[in-house]
């Protein structure tokens, strides 16, 4: 009986403090933004064997160059698989970018996770959390990317600290 009180006593005083330190931790300031621009990328088929082939139709590597508000390049990796069935596939990436965003210079991470069914397309295309690095520390945000007339372009939702609250 006298462990269940024990228990019961720490698991309060967890949350006790736990709510305690959430409520009174120092909220660092957020600025939104969006980006926009075209970037050129250059795809290479890389090697499936065999046995990989039972699970993915095609791997990539990826170069991009960014132009307009984000501006630099990445590197990435994807594997894809399509179905029988015309304009049904997906893909999965990570790509690195380098570059700098709206003045602000550093590293992030993007990870894909996208879908074609019969032609209609899902796009999840998110920064990894906690992956910036330098003036991009603490970047968050998603990407969409279009196609018109064989030209890639991106539209870019994301928050990051705000830089004078520091």
Not at 88 to 106: D, I
Request: with cysteine.
């Amino acid at each position: 009986m006298k462990n269940r009180y024990a228990i019961t006593l720490w698991v309060c005083l967890c949350f006790v403090f736990t709510a305690f330190t959430q409520s009174n931790a120092t909220k660092e300031s957020k600025v939104s933004g969006h980006a926009s621009g075209s970037f050129e990328i250059k795809m290479v088929p890389q090697p499936v064997t065999e046995e990989e082939k039972k699970t993915i139709s095609v791997r990539m590597t990826s170069d991009k160059q960014f132009h307009g508000d984000l501006e630099g390049t990445s590197t990435g990796e994807m594997l894809g698989v399509f179905t029988a069935v015309k304009d049904s596939a997906g893909y999965v990436a990570l790509e690195r970018v380098s570059g700098k965003l709206k003045g602000r210079t550093g590293t992030f991470m993007l990870q894909h996770s996208s879908t074609m069914a019969r032609g209609a397309q899902q796009q999840s295309i998110s920064v990894v959390p906690d992956s910036g690095t330098d003036q991009l520390a603490g970047l968050a945000g998603s990407m969409i990317i279009k196609i018109t007339d064989g030209k890639h372009f991106y539209e870019f939702d994301y928050t990051l600290p705000d830089k004078d609250s520091k």
